[in-house]
């Protein structure tokens, strides 16, 4: 593989030969010794990144040029850690967005500058895997920086994660999610006067397909099959399920001016009764 441009002393861009692709090359003072047009040895090698596109490539080339090393090498092993443990894709931008958190995070702390993340609760309770590869990251930065950040950090990488996730870049579309989920939690609790036992598996099970429910929601692409009967006969054995549904629907109706199904309602319905009969 031939360097292309020395990004600082321990990485280089290069061109690797098989494929003609631009990566990004990283070694103990590999830039040090390189120029453009160089070959670079197998034994100078310590990581390659092969990213996804020349869009990618290009914007952690341009993050590289004034970012320590020691955050890429956090933020790969933070990801390879969520890769492992989620066993989900992960868009190679994540690469560019959480190295590059990571040091602005970094900055902060030193500066005694720490923004607080009013999302924190929901974060861990809404995205337990990725908010606990987000403490698994706080300990690495603890082990590697001797630097101990706050749980809110935890919370700011499992956003990166779960967005990461989305085939897409747009953080607000995860809070905006995040955000619905917790008014229909509210809604639920307000309409039966409870606390929810989040710790049950039916918490889980019930939370998991609000997600995925308001996924479809964003998406345009609700359920809606023509069994009104089924529907009725959910409808009106579950009477305080189904008030509290169309509580909900009102709100959906209210803030994202979209109607919700007869059988959205009804799966809605079945995971209410299945979460209070056992709350």
Known sequence: MEVIKILNSSIVLA????????????GKGIGYRSKPGDVVGEDEIEKIYVLENE?????????????????????????SHAKHTLSRHLSDHLYVALTDHLYMAMKRFK???????????????????????GLHGLS??????????????????????VN????????????????????????????YQVELDTHSINYSRFLTHLQFFIQRLFEH????T????????????????EACVLLIKDYIEARFEHTISNEE?????????RVMSRN
């Open 164 to 191: 990461a996730q989305q085939n897409d870049d747009n953080m607000n579309q995860v809070m905006m999610m995040t955000n619905t989920v917790k008014d229909v939690l509210n809604i639920i609790k307000i309409h």
């Open 15 to 26: 061109r690797r030969g098989e494929d003609d692709k631009e990566i990004i090359v990283m």
């Open 111 to 133: 500066e005694n500058m720490t923004i607080q993340n009013r999302m924190l609760w929901e974060v861990k309770k809404f995205y337990p895997q990725e908010f606990s590869i």
């Open 55 to 79: 869009t990618i490539s290009s914007d952690l080339t341009a993050l590289m040029k004034e970012t320590p090393k020691e955050y890429l090498i956090l933020a790969d092993e933070i990801i």
């Open 226 to 241: 023509q069994d009104h009967e089924l529907f009725e006969q959910i409808a009106n054995k579950y009477p305080q399920e």
């Open 140 to 161: 690495l930065i603890q082990k590697q920086l001797g630097l101990s950040l706050p749980e809110e950090e935890a919370a700011n990488i499992a956003f990166h994660l």
């Open 265 to 273: 309602m009804m799966y809605l319905i079945i995971h209410i009764n």
């Open 221 to 224: 692409k609700t359920l809606n």
